[in-house]
C-alpha cells in the first residue's frame, strides 16, 4: 500500500530524492514518517510529518540537509536529502499512522518495502 522510491548510489555531498506513494489510502489523512536502517542496525527515526497542519520533525543527524514534504493532490510524500554523507547509507523506509505521530517505528502501522541510497566517498 505504500511504496518508497527514488534510491540509488551517489557520491558523497550529492543529492536525492526520495518518494513514497499510497494506493489505497489517502495519505493526508496519516502521519507520515521516514526512517532507514543500515546491516547490522537497528531501524532509526529520520523525519515526520503531521497529517493536519504539516509541522515537521527530524533527527539531528539530517537537520539542515534532509526536507520532509508531501503532495496531497498526488498522494505522495518526498525526502529530499542533500549533503549526503557514506553514513546515510541505509535502505530507507515511509511509514503511516493514523494514531501517532511518533519517532518509533514500532507504532506505525503501515509501511511500504524499503528503497536503498548508497553513498560513496
Known amino acids: 500500500q505504500l511504496q518508497a522510491s527514488g534510491g540509488g548510489l551517489v557520491q558523497a555531498g550529492g543529492s536525492l530524492r526520495l518518494s513514497c506513494a499510497a494506493s489505497g489510502r489517502t495519505l493526508s489523512n496519516y502521519n507520515m514518517a521516514w526512517f532507514r536502517q543500515a546491516p547490522g542496525k537497528e531501524r532509526e527515526f529520520v523525519a515526520r510529518?503531521?497529517?493536519?497542519?504539516?509541522?515537521?520533525n527530524y533527527a539531528d543527524f539530517v537537520k539542515g540537509r534532509f526536507t520532509i514534504s508531501r503532495d496531497n493532490a498526488k498522494n505522495t510524500m518526498h525526502l529530499q536529502m542533500n549533503s549526503l554523507k557514506p553514513e546515510d547509507t541505509a535502505a530507507y523506509y515511509c511509514?503511516?499512522?493514523?494514531?501517532?505521530?511518533?519517532?518509533?517505528?514500532?507504532?506505525?502501522?503501515?509501511w511500504g518495502p524499503g528503497t536503498q541510497v548508497t553513498v560513496s566517498s
Open positions: 511509514a503511516a499512522s493514523s494514531r501517532v505521530y511518533s519517532v518509533n517505528s514500532r507504532l506505525y502501522e503501515y
Open positions: 510529518i503531521r497529517w493536519n497542519n504539516g509541522i515537521t
